[in-house]
Structures are given as C-alpha cells and as structure tokens.
C-alpha cells in the first residue's frame, strides 16, 4: 500500500501540461493511485520546456508526472473510450482540463461517466466559468494573467504589462484543484455522494489580484481606487548592495525601528514621518528610498549579519543556481537525487510540507507513455489477448515505442 | 447549518495577514466553523493595505475573513490561555502563523495541545523548514520571494529583481495549507488520528519556482543551464496594439499555423524555423518579434474578432478597473455587493468555483475585533458572569471597542 491520506483513492487524469498535473501530483503524493490516461500523441507536456536525455520526457514533464502511471489509449475510437469508461468504473475521481465541449464531444460529460459511476468526483478545469460569455474562449496560462489583470500589475509597477515569470495562473488554479477534489472526496466519505466540480482559471485569478488589490474600491460608493499603493510601488523590491540584492520586510514599529537603528539612523525612530505603520505607509516612497541609500552602502553579508542580530526580518535574493546549492535545502533534503529507470539521475523535488501521520512512502518515477496500459488494464478484468488486439487495431498503445513513433503525426491534432 | 464538505468542522484560527487567513477563508467557504482568536490588538492584516471605513477594516482584512467569527484573548495571560485550551478541546483543527518558537513560549506546542485535545490537527505555516539552518529566521512574503528565487526570474527578463505585485508566497502557501487540512481531515475521519502539519513557505515557493525552471539542470550531470527559456524570454509579453494591448498563446502547429494565416503571413507554415513546436522553440526571439510586428497594426478589438473566428488563443489584457465592470464576471456574479453591517455596502468576491454538492449557505460579514467573544464563550459553558470578569480583568476583550482602543499601545509588542 502507498501511505498517505488518499491511499486507496483512484484518480483518472486526463489532464495535460500544468494545471491537472499539478493537481494530481498532489493527490499522489498523499497516495491516491493516479492513472494518467494520455491519447496517442501524449501530454504535450512531455515536450515543452527543453529537450531531456529522452524525446517525450522534459524536465518539467519529470517534475510533473511522479508517482503517476501511464495508459494510452485512443479515445476517439470506440473500443478506446470503452476502455476508459471501464476504467471510470473503479475509479473515484475524473478530472480534466481542456474546454467542456470537447469533453462532451468526447462523449465524456458528466451525465455519461456517472451512469457508470454515480458517486464519481468530476473535476474539469478550464479557462472560463460556463455561465458567463467568455465560455467558450480557449485559456492558457499566459491569456489568464492577461486578462485577469496579473499583468497589469505589472504594468503599475514597470510601465509595460508583464506576464510573472512562471505559468502562475496553472499553478494558482492546480494548486486550487487539489484542495477542492479532497473536499469532495470527505463529502462523498460522509454521505456516499459524489459531484461536479468546475474550476474556471480566469475568475479563480480575478479573485486572487482583487482581493489583494481592490483596496478602496472594495466599497460602494468607492472610497478611493484599485490598487494596494504599498504593495505596487516601484520601489518595493530587492534593494541593491554593494555586491548583490537584499530583501527587507520591516513591517511592525519594532522592526522598522530596529532598522533605523541599523541604519545607524536612530533619529528616524522619533520623526514623524516614520514612527507609525501609519506614517509609515503614507510616506512609504521617501521611506523606501532611505533604505536604498543605506543598503548601497555594505556587502549583503555584512547587512545579513547587523540584521540577524537585531531580528529584523531580510534574506538574500537568491538565483536559481544558488538555490540549487543552497546549504538550509541540502539539511531538509528538497532536491533528492534519484535513479530514473530511463532518463538517469535526476534532481527530484521532494514533497516540501511534513505530515506527522505520513505520506506516500514509495516514489514512482513519471512514465514513459503508455508505459502501464497492459498493468492497468490486466488490473481490471482485460486478458493479455484482448489486449494485444486492442493494441494491434489502434486504439490502446502498450509501450513507450510505439506511441512516441505516433507523436509527429497526432500531436497537433489531439490539442485542438 | 452551513452546509459544505466542512460543515460540523470547527477550526480555532490564530493566524494574521494573508497566508494563514486566505486558507481559513477556504476552509469556511466550505461550511467550517472558522473561529479566528486575535490579541488584543488584533490581526495586523485589519490595518495594512488602505483604511476603510472603519478603523481595523481595511478591505484587505475584509475580502479574507467572511465567514469566520472573531474572538479577542490575551493569551499571554493565564486565563486567556486558559480560554483558549478550553476552546481548543471542542476544535478540529488548530492554524497558526508565527515562528514555531513564539508557539512554545505561548505554550501552544503541539504536545501541549495534543494533552486537551489528543486528536487535533496541528497545522503551522512559517518561513523556513524547522530541520534546516533558516529555522528561526522570519519570513514575510517579499522576502520568501527573494529568497525562492521568484525575483531572480524578474531579473532574467527585466534585467534587475523584482517582485510579484502581489503577495504570491502569501497565498500560494495559503492555499497548500487548505489541501493539507482537507487531507488530514480526510485521514482522521478513516483513522481517528490527528497530526502535526509543517508547511514551510521557503520550501513550497522553491518547488513552485523549481519544478518549472530547474529545467536541464533537472540531469545529472546536467545537460545545461536552469531556466525555461520560453517562460523567460523577454518578448513573452502582452503584445501592443493600435490601442492597447492583446496577448497570444498559439502554441500547437494548428494555432501557430493559424495565427500566421491572421498575420497574412502564410508563408510562415512552412518556414522551417516556424512550422513545428520544437523549430518556433528554437527560434522563438524571432517567433515573437513577427508576432510583435503584425499586433501593431490593428485595435485589440479588430485582433479579437479575427483571432475568435480561428480560434486562436488569445485575450486582451485586462485593467483592475476594466475586470470591475468586466461583462462576464458579471455574468457569473464574481463581484456581489453586500451589505456588512458596520462598513455598508461592499463589494464582496463571491467563490469562483462550483461544487454540484453544495458549499456554504449563509454569508458572514467579516467580523470586527472580538465582536464574537461572549457567544463563543457561552457556547463553550462560560457564564454571562465569568465572562464580565474576565472582561474587567484584561484576559478577554467581549467587543470590538475595548480592542480597538487598545490597538496602538499593543500593536507592536504582538508582532515581535
């Protein structure tokens, strides 16, 4: 058995790229057996994000798809989708993420998996909720932080709208996926009932910006703006030192105090302009740019050090590649080296939170395509004869081999 | 009774500001009884980010504590503590956001509760992992996002670290304690166990960060640098219009081919830089500078219109403002004006996502400092009388008044 509060929990994903992974990553990590049901051409997050030591296994595709298996099946031919539907039958989660109408294309709505499976938990996510307008309009990533004001943000701050640097809106609506999923599974363990859930990413951003920053205009008749001044100043960021950034968070009147002091500026403590988080916040340009004059004047180790003494919360800016020798992730073991099967040794992310009563305790590395079709499927009533005619007429792929030597030709086809 | 997956789930919440109220929002919005226990001087998040229309309301706190109620204790005396142990034997779960050591110098270490309450679940969110060397450092959100290596991904492509405009450690974290709860309310229903939970900011960004930009030093050796190029090219960036500004995500052959055909660029298709995923990949500074040539020739509207016919993925970038009137969201009723009973009409951001089951019923106002006190603490067998004595006595504050008048002689000493 896996460990973990989900053990014994069956998911079907059909999701690709970022959001469902991430989801069901997370799922498998607290032990739900998650197959990952991939058409011929695979999840096009096997490609993306540079080439590994493999075609059809990228770095982030490894980072993604652990304690996972793989079933490829066809599901736009009949015995594909009869497969599936066979395979619903055990399962207790379904979760998606392209446009609802290609699932009911797919002949794969709600209605059609809960006749075989009346407590199923169905979980789509997707771009835009389906009573709105904007229903139909397809969503990645980079549309969501647009049009949800994410990049606006940026555009207070830098001039120009900016996406953030990482696929924040599928991380954001993953991360959301997961918490929602566990909630119907405690819901379906209290009254047998399982349900629909549906997961827009644009109104899922929206509330992420607006609640920080509808500030004022949060009241009818507004009261002022949109738009958290403190959070949105340009000059909120990493200040410069002498050889490198520094980051400071002095919130309280104890720590801005303690900073004034360590700016050997204790004059400060009793100005008006800057005793109070009040005053504070009113003058916070002249007040941020106190504290860059001060900080070009030391090394970021010299400030780290005058900081840790007076418990003034700051911390370096870290690059990538320092994090990746950083000496407190080496003591809680983050990055684990590990074998995989076919792509080597790789630098796994082990899970970052600590649940005293346990996790999954094996670590299956993320599959080849199809790598577990002939598994799953013995798993669930098939004969290795069914099976080898299945795969011999098209519709399930039995290993790797042969559905990557597939990719070319249906990759642009299953994504449209 | 509330309704949702949560409802008869009782969640005693001493956590401020973002991180730990944005996951007690969640958890409330799912039926919890979510029963937020705040110092005399309240949660610091009732005074950053903009006044409102009462002191210790600002919309901040406002969007991230519906549906709880508030009770005001001092627990750094005997019997508030004392109140709180009593409050803590009726709870489920127990959240908090402060160093784990402020915790045992409250004495509200797990083993100190676990002796009134055997199978609470214990959840604390704080900066750094406590068997790594940053343990005791503090954290807040810009400095998890220095720290991570967030803003070392601005410095890829602006040039100099910066920020995420809003306060993404904060609630990307906020959001991982809301599956880890679930998942523990989960266990202890099939086990009757309870468990301590870590969740540690520092870890959790750098997975988040990591898992998409470890990238080729993913091998080991590595087969390259960290970073994934795509996310962090310059040119990955709303595009300007004739009047604004549109963002584009054509990233299968079929997109990309169609969008070519939109630019009257169909010679493009077969360019052997641009006609597959892999090639566009390779060449994606030159990709995005056609696409950046053609934008700048119509309105966003006229793109909008073209690009919806073929559809191409594609939006316009979105303005705060512009999302406050912003159809769709009308459509589905995100912003929904509430009436709180002290602050008037607000616009309150209704759950974005749907659960067939059912989630919440009633709506709560945000609640003003220690206005649930006495209710709380009948429930729990306190008599009118003990109460008032308590009240006279310092150890609990019964209104939102006496707090408030209490709020600038306590406020720094609460956040040391």
């Given at each position: 058995?896996?460990?973990?509060?989900?053990?014994?929990?069956?998911?079907?994903?059909?999701?690709?790229?970022?959001?469902?992974?991430?989801?069901?990553?997370?799922?498998?990590?607290?032990?739900?057996?998650?197959?990952?049901?991939?058409?011929?051409?695979?999840?096009?997050?096997?490609?993306?994000?540079?080439?590994?030591?493999?075609?059809?296994?990228?770095?982030?595709?490894?980072?993604?798809?652990?304690?996972?298996?793989?079933?490829?099946?066809?599901?736009?031919?009949?015995?594909?989708?009869?497969?599936?539907?066979?395979?619903?039958?055990?399962?207790?989660?379904?979760?998606?993420?392209?446009?609802?109408?290609?699932?009911?294309?797919?002949?794969?709505?709600?209605?059609?998996?809960?006749?075989?499976?009346?407590?199923?938990?169905?979980?789509?996510?997707?771009?835009?909720?389906?009573?709105?307008?904007?229903?139909?309009?397809?969503?990645?990533?980079?549309?969501?932080?647009?049009?949800?004001?994410?990049?606006?943000?940026?555009?207070?701050?830098?001039?120009?709208?900016?996406?953030?640097?990482?696929?924040?809106?599928?991380?954001?609506?993953?991360?959301?996926?997961?918490?929602?999923?566990?909630?119907?599974?405690?819901?379906?363990?209290?009254?047998?009932?399982?349900?629909?859930?549906?997961?827009?990413?644009?109104?899922?951003?929206?509330?992420?910006?607006?609640?920080?920053?509808?500030?004022?205009?949060?009241?009818?008749?507004?009261?002022?703006?949109?738009?958290?001044?403190?959070?949105?100043?340009?000059?909120?960021?990493?200040?410069?030192?002498?050889?490198?950034?520094?980051?400071?968070?002095?919130?309280?009147d104890?720590?801005a105090h303690a900073l004034f002091d360590?700016?050997?500026r204790p004059e400060l403590k009793t100005d008006?302009?800057f005793t109070?988080?009040?005053?504070?916040?009113?003058?916070?340009?002249?007040?941020?740019?106190?504290?860059?004059?001060?900080?070009?004047?030391?090394?970021?180790?010299?400030?780290?050090?005058?900081?840790?003494?007076?418990?003034?919360?700051?911390?370096?800016?870290?690059?990538?590649?320092?994090?990746?020798?950083?000496?407190?992730?080496?003591?809680?073991?983050?990055?684990?080296?590990?074998?995989?099967?076919?792509?080597?040794?790789?630098?796994?992310?082990?899970?970052?939170?600590?649940?005293?009563?346990?996790?999954?305790?094996?670590?299956?590395?993320?599959?080849?395509?199809?790598?577990?079709?002939?598994?799953?499927?013995?798993?669930?009533?098939?004969?290795?004869?069914?099976?080898?005619?299945?795969?011999?007429?098209?519709?399930?792929?039995?290993?790797?081999?042969?559905?990557?030597?597939?990719?070319?030709?249906?990759?642009?086809?299953?994504?449209?």
């Open positions: 058995m896996s460990g973990g509060a989900l053990e014994g929990i069956r998911i079907i994903d059909l999701s690709s790229v970022v959001v469902g992974p991430l989801a069901t990553q997370i799922l498998a990590d607290h032990g739900a057996d998650v197959i990952k049901v991939e058409g011929p051409g695979g999840d096009i997050g096997r490609y993306l994000a540079g080439k590994g030591r493999n075609d059809g296994m990228s770095p982030k595709y490894l980072h993604l798809n652990r304690n996972k298996r793989s079933v490829c099946l066809d599901l736009k031919t009949t015995q594909g989708h009869r497969v599936l539907m066979r395979l619903l039958e055990t399962a207790d989660v379904l979760l998606w993420n392209v446009r609802p109408a290609s699932m009911e294309r797919l002949g794969l709505g709600y209605d059609a998996i809960r006749r075989v499976k009346p407590d199923i938990i169905y979980c789509g996510m997707f771009g835009f909720g389906q009573a709105g307008r904007y229903r139909d309009m397809p969503a990645y990533d980079s549309i969501i932080q647009g049009v949800s004001g994410v990049a606006d943000l940026n555009r207070r701050v830098l001039g120009a709208p900016a996406y953030v640097p990482f696929v924040l809106a599928d991380r954001t609506v993953g991360l959301i996926g997961a918490h929602l999923i566990t909630m119907a599974l405690l819901h379906r363990m209290k009254t047998g009932e399982g349900q629909r859930i549906e997961v827009p990413m644009y109104e899922n951003m929206v509330t992420q910006v607006m609640t920080e920053h509808m500030y004022l205009s949060t009241f009818d008749p507004p009261l002022g703006g949109t738009g958290d001044p403190r959070v949105l100043d340009p000059g909120n960021r990493p200040i410069p030192t002498l050889d490198g950034y520094i980051c400071i968070s002095a919130n309280t104890t720590q360590a700016m050997e008006p302009r109070t988080v009040a005053a504070r916040f009113r003058n916070v340009r002249e007040y941020f740019r106190l504290r860059r004059e001060a900080m070009a004047m030391r090394t970021t180790q010299e400030w780290m050090e005058i900081f840790r003494r007076r418990d003034i919360p700051a911390a370096p800016c870290n690059t990538l590649e320092s994090l990746m020798s950083d000496p407190h992730l080496n003591d809680v073991g983050l990055f684990q080296k590990r074998e995989h099967p076919t792509e080597g040794a790789i630098m796994d992310i082990a899970p970052a939170n600590t649940m005293s009563a346990g996790m999954r305790k094996d670590w299956i590395p993320a599959p080849r395509l199809g790598q577990d079709t002939a598994n799953v499927l013995e798993e669930i009533g098939y004969t290795k004869e069914e099976i080898a005619k299945m795969a011999a007429g098209g519709s399930v792929r039995v290993a790797g081999d042969a559905a990557r030597r597939a990719f070319n030709s249906d990759r642009t086809r299953r994504h449209e």
